[in-house]
C-alpha cells in the first residue's frame, strides 16, 4: 500500500502557499478599486488556506521521505490540487467562467501553456491578470524544480541523464539539491526582473511589463490583451521577449555553473548548441518561405517569423501574427516546431531538445551498424556515452509522446472538432505551447468556443505533457497500487 | 570497395523478367486491337536489351554479396523497375509527362495505388493490366524482400523475422529460396480464387483478374475512376474486403498452415493485435456512423468495414468518400493509414508487429519506474525480444517521424494545403493510395498536383517499401567509404 500521510502533508504545504500567493491579487484589486473582485481572491484564499491547514495539521509530524511510488502521485496530485485550487478565484470573479473554462484557464497557467478561454482581456480586472501571470510563473519554477531534482531521480524518459553528481548520496543529496535550487530560483527572479525593466523601458507600462515578464521566463505566454504581443506594436518589446524567450529555455542549471565561474559550459553544452541550430534554421527558412512565397517585405517577414517561431519553438504562446494564414508549408512546420520543444531544465514544454539528440545518435549509430555489423558503435551526448537504458527510456518517451498525441487528436475530434484543430489542439496541449492553428483555436482565434468535453481532454492533456507523460501515466498501471 | 557487378547482374535480371512480363499486355492491347500494343512491344525490346546486355556485361561464375551491395541492390532494384514499368506509359495513347508515368509506376510497382490517370474506364486493356500487373510483381517482389533480405540487413527490428536456420549462411539460401517459391505460389493461388469469386460476383473476366492481381498485392489500382464504388455490388465488397485482410497477414503463416500446422495461425501475436485493430476500428466508426445519424446499422457496417480494412491493409480501394463522416472519421482514418497491416505480407505501414514490440517495451519500462530494482523484460510473441531488436524497432519509429516531418514540409513548400500534405506523405510513406483532403482523397486524383509533389511523393512510397533504413543508409558517408 502507498501511504497517503506524507502525501497529503506535502500538498497542505503546497495549498498553504497558494493561499499566500492569492493575497497579493486581492490586495491588488483592493487598491485599484476592483472591491467584488478583492472579496473573492480573499474569500478562495481563506478557504484554500483553511484547506491547505487542515491537511498539514491533520497529517502532520513524523518523517516525510518519498519514496518513489509517493514520489510519482505526489507529482500528479500536486499539479492537479494547484489547478483546481488556483481556478477557484477564476470560476468566482467578474468574467463569471463556468468549471471547465476556469479549471482549463488554471490548468494553462499552472502547466505555462497559453490557451485561454477569456475573451476581453484587455478591460479585465488586474486582479485576474496578475493571477494568470502568477500562476505561470509559479509553475514555471515548480517545472524547473522539478525537472532539476526529481524526474532524474525518477529516471523518468531518459532524463537520468541530467541527475545531479551528488543525487545518487542519498540523505546527504538533499541539501544540495536545496542549494542548487534556491541558485536557480535566484537566476529565474534575477532574469524576469531584467526583462520586466527592459519592457518597461521598451514602452510597457510597469503593470504590464511584470505580467510579461513572468509570462516570458515562464515559457508561459498569458497576456494582458487579446491580441497578445501585436496589441504594443513595437519592435522594441518583440526583440526584448524573442531574446528573453530563448534564454528562459536554455539549462538553468547551466545559469548557475556560469555564475560560479565555469561561463564556458553553457557555450560548449551540445543541447544548447542543437537548440540554437533549430531555432536559426526554422526562423531563417521561415523568413524565406514569408519573403519569397508570401510576398511580404523581408523585413516584416524576419520579424513575424523570428518572434513568432521562437514562441512556437519554446512552448511559450505569444503571438503578433495570424500565423494560420502563411500557407501550407508554414503551417506544417509550426505544428511539427510545436512539439520539439526547449531544453531540459528550463521551464519550457514538449519533447525537448537532448531527447532529440540522444535518439539522433542512436539513430545514427546504428545505421553505421547496419553499414558495418561488427563494428563497434557509441552514441555520445555531451561527450559521454549514453547507456543503453536511456537511449530506450528516450525512444520509449518519443513513442509514447506519439500514442498520447494520436489518443488526444481522436479524443478531440470525437467531441465534433475539425481535424485540423484537433492534430493541433493536441499537440499544442501536449507540449505547453498554448495556441493551436486553424480558424477555431489559431492565433487569432480563442479556446472559448470548444465543447466542454473538449476542454477536460486539453487540460488533461496539459498535465500530462507537463510531467514527462511518464509520471502521469504510471499511475494508470495497476502494478502502480498493487503491493 | 563496393562491387557493382554483382548489383548490376541482378538488375539484369530484373529488367529481364520485366521486360517478358510487358508482353502480356502487349498481346492483349493486341487481341483487342489497340494501337499500344506497339509501344509494350517496343518497351518490352528495350528493357530486355538493357537487361540482357547488364547481365552479359557483369558475368562471373562467383557472386559473393555482402552487406553493402544487398542494400545498394534493393534500392536500385525497386528504382529501376520502377522506371521500366514507367516506360510503356509514358508513351501510351494516355500520354503522360514523363514525371506521371514515373509516379505511376511507382505507386504500382510500391502496391500504393495512387494514380494520376483520370478516365480509367475508357483507357486500353493493355495499360490497365499493366497497372495491375506492376502491382502483383511488387507484392510479390516485397515479400520475397521481407523474407529474404531484410532480416539479413537487420532493417528496422526484421532480425526478429531471421528463419530459424538462416544463421548458418551455406544451408539458409535453399531453405529461404524454398519458403519463398511456396509463398509465391500460395500467393497466385489466393489471386486465382479471388479472380473467380469476383468473376462470379459479376466482374467481368477481365477486371476480376486485375482486380485480384491489385487486391491480394494490397495496392488498389482499379479498372475504374470510381474505384470498387463503381460496381454497386456488396458481394464484391465482401470478397474484396476478406481477400484485402488475407492479403494484408503473413504469408508464411499461410504456408505453415498448408503444411499441416494451422494451430500457429491464430495464436500468432501479429495476427491476434491486426485482427483486433480492425474489429475495433470498425466497431468504433460503425458506432460513429450509426448514431450521428449518417447511416443505417447494415449500410455503416458495409460501407466501414470495407474502408477501414482497405486503409488498415494498406490498399486503397475505395467505395465512399469517407470524409464525409466527419471529423473523427478523418482522424481515425488518417492514424490508421501509417498504422499498417501485419509484417511478412505485401501491406506497407509501420506494420502491427513494430508497434507490438513498441508496447511491450513500453510496458517494460514502465514497471521498471514504478519498481526500479524489478528485471522486466518485454516479450514478443512469447519470447523475449533482444535489447537490439527493440532498439532498432524504435529507431525506426522515430525515423518514420522525422520522415513523415520532412516530406509534409516539403509538399506544403510545393503548395499543397495542410491537410493535403499531411496525408498525402502518410500515404505515401504506408503505400497506401488515397490521402485526404479535396484534391488527394477518396473522391480525387493525384494529377493536379505540381511535379515537385509528385516526385516528392514517388520518393516517399519507394522510402516506405524499404523499410526507410534501406534507402537511408545509402545517404551515409560510412557507407561508401571504405
Avoid at chain 2, 89 to 99: I, P, Y
Amino acid at each position: 500500500m502507498i501511504q497517503l500521510r506524507p502525501i497529503v502533508f506535502a500538498i497542505g504545504v503546497l495549498l498553504s502557499a497558494l493561499a499566500l500567493l492569492m493575497a497579493i491579487p486581492a490586495v491588488v484589486d483592493w487598491l485599484s478599486g476592483y472591491g467584488r473582485d478583492a472579496s473573492t481572491f480573499a474569500v478562495c484564499a481563506g478557504f484554500t488556506m483553511f484547506v491547505g491547514v487542515s491537511s498539514v495539521l491533520a497529517t502532520g509530524g513524523g518523517d516525510s521521505e518519498f519514496d518513489i511510488r509517493q514520489s510519482f502521485l505526489f507529482a500528479g496530485l500536486a499539479w492537479l490540487a494547484a489547478a483546481a485550487f488556483s481556478a477557484l478565484p477564476l470560476a468566482f470573479c467578474n468574467l463569471r467562467l463556468s468549471t471547465a473554462d476556469a479549471f482549463f484557464e488554471a490548468m494553462a497557467g499552472v502547466t505555462a501553456t497559453a490557451a485561454t478561454v477569456i475573451t476581453g482581456l484587455d478591460s479585465a480586472a488586474p486582479g485576474i491578470l496578475l493571477w494568470r501571470a502568477l500562476l505561470q510563473w509559479f509553475g514555471g519554477i515548480g517545472m524547473i524544480a522539478m525537472a532539476i531534482a526529481v524526474l532524474p531521480i525518477l529516471q523518468v524518459g531518459g532524463m537520468q541523464l541530467f541527475r545531479l553528481e551528488a543525487a545518487k548520496a542519498g540523505r546527504r543529496a538533499l541539501p544540495r539539491a536545496a542549494q542548487i535550487l534556491s541558485g536557480v530560483a535566484l537566476i529565474y527572479f534575477v532574469l524576469t526582473t531584467v526583462c520586466a525593466t527592459a519592457l518597461w523601458a521598451a514602452g510597457m507600462t510597469g503593470f504590464e511589463a511584470v505580467l510579461h515578464a513572468m509570462a516570458t521566463v515562464s515559457t508561459g505566454g498569458f497576456s494582458t490583451s487579446d491580441q497578445s504581443i501585436a496589441h504594443f506594436r513595437s519592435a522594441g518589446v518583440e526583440i526584448i521577449l524573442i531574446v528573453f524567450m530563448i534564454l528562459s529555455s536554455l539549462p538553468f542549471l547551466l545559469y548557475l555553473q556560469a555564475m560560479r565561474g565555469s561561463p564556458r559550459r553553457l557555450f560548449a553544452d551540445g543541447q544548447v548548441h542543437w537548440f540554437i541550430g533549430i531555432v536559426a534554421w526554422a526562423v531563417a527558412v521561415m523568413t524565406y518561405w514569408l519573403w519569397r512565397e508570401c510576398g511580404e517585405p523581408f523585413i516584416t517577414a524576419l520579424r513575424e517569423s523570428a518572434f513568432n517561431v521562437v514562441s512556437v519553438v519554446t512552448g511559450t504562446g505569444f503571438t503578433t501574427a495570424n500565423y494560420d494564414s502563411w500557407g501550407g508549408a508554414a503551417v506544417a512546420g509550426l505544428l511539427f516546431l510545436m512539439v520539439v520543444g526547449g531544453c531540459a531544465g528550463s521551464a519550457s514544454g514538449g519533447i525537448k531538445v537532448f531527447r532529440f539528440q540522444v535518439i539522433y545518435e542512436t539513430a545514427n549509430a546504428q545505421i553505421k551498424r547496419l553499414i558495418q555489423p561488427s563494428g563497434l558503435f557509441v552514441p555520445q551526448f555531451n561527450d559521454r556515452p549514453i547507456p543503453d537504458a536511456v537511449a530506450t527510456a528516450v525512444m520509449g518517451f518519443f513513442f509514447l509522446f506519439a500514442v498520447s498525441f494520436a489518443m488526444l487528436a481522436l479524443g478531440l475530434s470525437l467531441t465534433g472538432l475539425d481535424p485540423l484543430t484537433s492534430l493541433s489542439g493536441a499537440a499544442s496541449a501536449l507540449a505547453n505551447v498554448g495556441p493551436g492553428l486553424g480558424r477555431v483555436i489559431g492565433p487569432s482565434g480563442s479556446f472559448a468556443q470548444l465543447p466542454d468535453t473538449a476542454k477536460w481532454f486539453l487540460s488533461f492533456g496539459m498535465l500530462v505533457g507537463r510531467l514527462d507523460l511518464y509520471t502521469v501515466l504510471v499511475l494508470f498501471l495497476p502494478a502502480f497500487w498493487r503491493g | 570497395m563496393i562491387h557493382f557487378r554483382p548489383v548490376f547482374f541482378v538488375i539484369g535480371i530484373l529488367l529481364t523478367t520485366l521486360a517478358v512480363v510487358m508482353i502480356l499486355p502487349a498481346l492483349v492491347d493486341g487481341a483487342a486491337g489497340n494501337p499500344d500494343w506497339t509501344v509494350f512491344a517496343a518497351s518490352a525490346a528495350l528493357s530486355l536489351f538493357i537487361g540482357v546486355s547488364l547481365i552479359i556485361g557483369n558475368w562471373a561464375p562467383h557472386f559473393n554479396m555482402d552487406v553493402r551491395e544487398a542494400f545498394l541492390l534493393t534500392t536500385l532494384a525497386w528504382l529501376v523497375a520502377a522506371g521500366a514499368g514507367a516506360l510503356p506509359m509514358a508513351f501510351s495513347g494516355l500520354h503522360l509527362s514523363f514525371t506521371d508515368a514515373y509516379f505511376e509506376a511507382m505507386a504500382g510497382i510500391t502496391t500504393t495505388g495512387s494514380t494520376v490517370i483520370v478516365g480509367l474506364d475508357a483507357a486500353p486493356p493493355g495499360i490497365l493490366l499493366w497497372r495491375a500487373l506492376l502491382q502483383l510483381l511488387g507484392g510479390a517482389g516485397f515479400m520475397v524482400m521481407a523474407i529474404a533480405v531484410l532480416p539479413f540487413l537487420r532493417v528496422g527490428g526484421m532480425q526478429l523475422f531471421r528463419m530459424e536456420s538462416s544463421d548458418r549462411s551455406e544451408k539458409a539460401l535453399p531453405r529461404v529460396a524454398e519458403v519463398a517459391s511456396g509463398i509465391t505460389v500460395i500467393y497466385l493461388a489466393l489471386v486465382a480464387i479471388d479472380a473467380t469469386a469476383l468473376w462470379i460476383a459479376g466482374m467481368s473476366g477481365f477486371e476480376a483478374v486485375c482486380h485480384a492481381m491489385t487486391t491480394l498485392a494490397t495496392g488498389g489500382f482499379s479498372t475504374t475512376d470510381q474505384s470498387i464504388g463503381h460496381f454497386h455490388s456488396a458481394a464484391i465488397e465482401g470478397i474484396t474486403t476478406v481477400f484485402m485482410l488475407l492479403g494484408g497477414m503473413p504469408f508464411v503463416l499461410y504456408l505453415q498452415a498448408v503444411q499441416g500446422k494451422p494451430r500457429q495461425f491464430f495464436r500468432n501475436s501479429q495476427i491476434r493485435g491486426f485482427l483486433g485493430l480492425y474489429a475495433a476500428a470498425v466497431g468504433t466508426l460503425v458506432l460513429w456512423q450509426w448514431l450521428s445519424g449518417g447511416e443505417s446499422l447494415a449500410q455503416a457496417l458495409r460501407d466501414v468495414s470495407f474502408s477501414v480494412a482497405s486503409i488498415m491493409t494498406t490498399t486503397g480501394f475505395t467505395t465512399v468518400d469517407y470524409q464525409t463522416w466527419g471529423g473523427f472519421a478523418v482522424v481515425t482514418i488518417l492514424f490508421l493509414t501509417v498504422v499498417g497491416a501485419c509484417t511478412g505480407s505485401t501491406a506497407g505501414g509501420i506494420k502491427i508487429y513494430r508497434l507490438e514490440v513498441l508496447y511491450s517495451t513500453a510496458k517494460a519500462q514502465f514497471h521498471r519506474i514504478v519498481q526500479p530494482h524489478g528485471l522486466f523484460v518485454p516479450h514478443y510473441g512469447g519470447k523475449p525480444i533482444p535489447d537490439q531488436v527493440a532498439s532498432s524497432v524504435m529507431g525506426f519509429f522515430f525515423l518514420f517521424a522525422l520522415t513523415f516531418a520532412t516530406l509534409s514540409l516539403a509538399l506544403g513548400a510545393s503548395g499543397l494545403d495542410f491537410l493535403t500534405s499531411l496525408s498525402g506523405v502518410a500515404t505515401a510513406m504506408a503505400n497506401v493510395g488515397p490521402g485526404l483532403g479535396a484534391i488527394i482523397g477518396p473522391s480525387g486524383n493525384f494529377a493536379g498536383l505540381p511535379d515537385s509533389a509528385k516526385w516528392f511523393l514517388s520518393l516517399g512510397m519507394l522510402l516506405g517499401r524499404l523499410e526507410l533504413y534501406g534507402v537511408f543508409v545509402l545517404l551515409w558517408p560510412e557507407f561508401w567509404r571504405g
